[in-house]
DNA sequence: CTGAAAGCGCTAACAG
DNA sequence: CTGTTAGCGCTTTCAG
């Protein structure tokens, strides 16, 4: 910047002001900053000037996401990303794989860079360690997960209640012989779908001691196996309730393989790609997570904005879309 | 920071070398410093830092790529992440939504963060405007597509030959009356692979004349219409040959309204979910977009640790998963 | 309308 | 082993 103020024959502040679009700088002057701007390749430094701006805003939010792995990170980082664009604001991404070790060490890294505005999707069990950050002036936002220890706006599915609605529906269709198959119960999700799963198996009498509930399914494949032990088990289900979109995938390629896929009924949580179009048709508890990340952003920066009335916590509604695999009924016997 | 030195009864430069981990500095003071700064919850800023640092290294890339609806580019993504991660470094990922006038804007806020290095999916047709700030140490990698007007790493799948050999298959299945269905000819994956299908055709004597060339569609819906359009016209195609996997999935969704799916052999260019699964199985050029990632990461990690090689082309290889869409045969007649 | 001086939070270079 | 001084590239404040 040094180097256009004296290409241009100006003093410093001139060009700072043409950089930054103040005013009180005569047409002609501006003209011959720019130019000199232009020849050396001049790019301002943001992080520089912040040092000494006021406001202090880097124009920067961070984003964490559970798992990169999941389309629904995908999606919900192109709703924060649609958002931050339109308002020149720059977002740092970072996927935790839902390892709860990285989630402080990520954080810290991004707060050290002096984002704007975090929106997290947490494993930890408590972000009271984010409080002091959030004390000085860091916006914190949470999706899909209910933080703990910490209060700040959230934006959730109701995870409960629409896993009970895919469960009641099951039952309605003539299920009682259950099985949940889900994700690591300590990701807050996960153990908010299976309690409305037990939840609402325990309101319409069905005993759920016998019920199957099998845990820490993380992936396709782990999904995969954990299915067919139960398909080659001796009382197998007649139904299942799988709590993760990769988790459905899995259950979907083990009835395939045992050809169940048309006996045994099947609802998931989450939406998966091309569930329309297989046979049967997936029937799903859909979510919307680029509507999560477009409400998330939006909180964060009507917060930066100035917005300073008490926390909210936002439920975006989710659907059941039915579409053949929770229909399917128990074999008559 | 200063703050901190207080607090601790030092000076300046000692918090600087706890807080960096250099040496000579008295475990006991360095005890003391940690305690303070716990206590005032510090944290460095890092950008000021590098103001004064001689390296000048923000530890910070950039990653524009070119549509994020695409899960190409979630995959592309997640390899950068995943090798930037294990480096601490993190990752400002934009999307251009294949909208040239978008490019220059976001690569010069990138810019303007002073990113080490910038991983590019370009749409604009002339990457020279990149060449002053590549001579200034931003190191740069092209993936995906080919840049123009400058040298760089770049990453590419050999587009025209994986049509090519796409194409063949569908030639030597029977089929004489096919056809394109692509992205907007300026996307340069787009236009090679084009290219490979007609000279493909060429190369075994199909006329290319009567061949129909679809091209400027961009989602589900556009190839939707086009492929309806192109099934109810008099002599339609008995082979599909779409360039991109939301084409693709379109294109499916457009056969199944026609109840030809099983009728009308596919070939799609990129994998698309549950592929092996819907009926019948959709044979695809495969892509390894996650890996072409880690590649273009790798490749500007090698850079800013000092590797001044000439610049490479590295050609990702790519596969042809044949599921039953490819080799469905022409109608007798 | 313009510029000079001070200083943001930190590290480099050099003294002690 | 530790502290002091200068200065990174910019904005602020204030005086022309």
Do not use: C
């Amino acid at each position: 910047m040094r180097d256009v103020a004296a290409l241009a024959g100006v003093g410093l502040k001139t060009v700072s002001r043409v950089v930054n679009g103040e005013p009180n700088v005569a047409a002609e002057t501006q003209a011959r900053v720019r130019a000199a701007a232009e020849q050396l390749d001049f790019r301002p430094d943001i992080h520089a000037g912040n040092l000494r701006r006021t406001d202090r805003k880097t124009r920067t939010i961070g984003l964490v996401v559970g798992s990169v792995a999941n389309p629904f990170s995908g999606a919900l980082h192109r709703g924060v990303e649609d958002l931050a664009a339109s308002r020149g604001t720059a977002v740092f991404a970072s996927s935790l794989d839902d390892d709860a070790t990285r989630e402080t060490r990520i954080v810290s890294e991004m707060l050290s860079r002096r984002v704007d505005g975090l929106i997290l999707t947490t494993v930890l069990k408590n972000q009271s360690y984010l409080a002091p950050e959030q004390q000085r002036g860091t916006v914190l936002a949470f999706v899909d997960r209910e933080p703990l220890g910490i209060e700040a706006d959230t934006i959730v599915t109701d995870n409960a209640e629409a896993a009970a609605a895919a469960t009641a529906h099951l039952v309605a269709v003539g299920h009682r012989r259950l099985a949940y198959l889900g994700d690591r119960a300590e990701i807050w999700t996960a153990s908010q779908r299976r309690t409305g799963f037990l939840r609402q198996l325990g309101r319409v009498g069905v005993a759920t001691a016998d019920i199957p509930v099998i845990e820490g399914l993380h992936d396709e494949a782990s999904a995969f196996a954990a299915t067919l032990r139960l398909l080659d088990s001796p009382s197998p289900p007649t139904a299942l309730f799988t709590s993760q979109n990769l988790v459905t995938i899995g259950t979907i390629r083990a009835l395939r393989t045992r050809g169940l896929h048309n006996r045994i009924a099947l609802f998931g949580f989450d939406d998966i790609p091309l569930g329309d179009m297989i046979e049967p048709g997936v029937s799903v508890v859909a979510q919307n997570p680029y509507e999560m990340g477009r409400l998330a952003a939006a909180r964060v920066f009507a917060r930066l904005d100035g917005d300073d009335s008490s926390f909210s916590t936002v439920v975006v509604p989710s659907t059941l879309i039915h579409r053949g695999s929770g229909d399917i009924a128990p074999p008559a016997d």
